[in-house]
């Protein structure tokens, strides 16, 4: 499976908007996901692995799509 199969909705927020991964000194997350509008979801500052992080962002970018109607 690709990253674009498992991962769809990260692929779309990454062609219209941006997604941080890493840690940052002023940040307690290591998923940042931001829109043209500012910052959309945050993750945990810890996962127990980076397929836990990616997993939890893919559903938080669907959940935030469903609510706004994309």
């Given at each position: 499976m690709t990253?674009?199969?498992q991962?769809?909705?990260i692929v779309w927020?990454?062609?219209n908007g941006?997604?941080?991964i890493g840690r940052e000194?002023?940040?307690d997350s290591?998923?940042?996901v931001i829109d043209e509008g500012g910052l959309v979801?945050?993750?945990d500052k810890t996962y127990k692995t980076i397929a836990d992080a990616l997993a939890d962002a893919e559903a938080a970018i669907g959940r935030w799509?469903?609510?706004i109607g994309l």
């Open positions: 990253f674009d199969e991962y769809p909705n927020m990454m062609e941006r997604v941080e000194p002023y940040s290591f998923i940042r979801w945050e993750s799509a469903d609510e």
